[in-house]
């Protein structure tokens, strides 16, 4: 069965870093792209970041660049998303996801359960 | 505010069939396939409906997607109390979503 287990959210002070880690099984990790999506409290989804099968590349959006960091550990099955100079608006569940390709579109088919990110002084 | 634009609630009764658009423009709908995902109370997202109107093994049939230019709708047919959702779409490869839309069985 496939499983997708978040981990490391918590409270942190603006200013501060946060490492989310995402523990893949039930799949050949190493053989998809990975994603992470945030949804903050009461609100819509936010794409936040993508990185290829290989880990070469990597993809951000503009409201993260520069702050955070994707990366994966495919002999460990672990993507992970490494969060610098947090603000309170990064306060959102931050959900691990696997993307699937279908001709040259791509699409999330799995998303873990998510872990909560909270930015408070 | 999303660039892809959903009504925020639709409604429908149950056996009834619901549509909910999803609207954008030439540089994202119109040139990028559309997937929708459905969000239960308190759970994560699950893909309904990918590249415009693919549905995943295990997606009954009573969900259909659609696309016609810079818009793209997801219709429910047979509406059931349990499609209570959220539902969003996206485009550009998922890095877009829609603000989303919450849909109640009366």
């Known amino acids: 069965e496939m499983q997708l287990l978040e981990s490391g959210g918590g409270l942190v002070q603006p200013g501060g870093s946060l490492r989310l880690s995402c523990a893949a099984s039930g799949f050949t990790f190493s053989s998809y792209a990975m994603s992470w999506v945030r949804q903050a409290p009461g609100k819509g989804l936010e794409w936040v970041s993508a990185i290829s099968d290989s880990g070469g590349s990597t993809y951000y959006a503009d409201s993260v660049k520069g702050r955070f960091t994707i990366s994966r550990d495919n002999s460990k099955n672990t993507l992970y998303l490494q969060m610098n100079s947090l603000r309170a608006e990064d306060t959102a569940v931050y959900y691990c996801a696997k993307r699937s390709q279908y001709s040259s579109s791509w699409y999330t088919d799995y998303w873990g359960q998510g872990t909560l990110v909270t930015v408070s002084s | ?106």
């Not at chain 2, 030439?26 to 997937?35: K, Y």
């Not at chain 2, 693919?54 to 499609?83: C, H, M, N, W, Y």
């Open chain 2, 1 to 106: 505010q999303s660039v892809l634009t959903q009504p925020p609630s639709a409604s429908g009764t149950p056996g009834q069939r619901v549509t909910i658009s999803c609207s954008g423009s030439s540089s994202n709908i119109g040139s990028n396939t559309v997937n929708w995902y459905q969000q239960l109370p308190g759970t994560a997202p699950k893909l309904l409906i990918y590249s415009d109107n693919q549905r995943p093994s295990g997606v009954p049939d009573r969900f259909s997607g659609s696309k016609s230019g810079t818009s793209a709708s997801l219709a429910i047919s047979g509406l059931q109390s349990e499609d209570e959702a959220d539902y969003y779409c996206a485009a550009w490869d998922d890095t877009l979503f829609g603000g989303g839309t919450k849909l109640t069985v009366l």
